[in-house]
């Protein structure tokens, strides 16, 4: 987590690869350093997408896309 200079926290990574910043997509949990929200990322691998094509279509490594997968499975468990 990071803090402003009134030590108010404003950014949040709660796993890796995965930052929350409220200048970034109005704090939705993207995939770190990008504004990819890793809902997008999730949305299209439960249509069917693959890895690999999720990641080149976002200009992003196969492990980002992961990791944006792992955050939103974690997130859906925990609903």
């Known amino acids: ?5 009134d030590d108010i926290a404003s950014t949040w990574v709660p ?9 970034v997509q ?8 990008t504004g990819v929200p890793t809902r997008a990322i999730w949305s299209k691998i439960k249509a069917g997408d693959i890895p690999d094509l ?9 492990k980002q896309v992961n990791d944006a997968i792992e ?3 974690r997130l859906a468990a925990a609903a």
């Not at 987590?1 to 200079?5: C, G, I, K, S």
């Not at 796993?15 to 200048?23: A, T, W």
């Not at 109005?26 to 350093?33: A, D, E, L, M, R």
Request: a negative charge; glycine letters at 8%.
């Open 54 to 62: 999720v990641a080149q279509l976002y200009d992003l490594s196969v």
């Open 15 to 23: 796993c890796d690869g995965i930052r929350l910043d409220p200048d």
């Open 71 to 73: 955050w939103e499975n």
């Open 26 to 33: 109005f704090g939705q949990p993207c995939v770190n350093g």
């Open 1 to 5: 987590m990071t803090f402003d200079q």
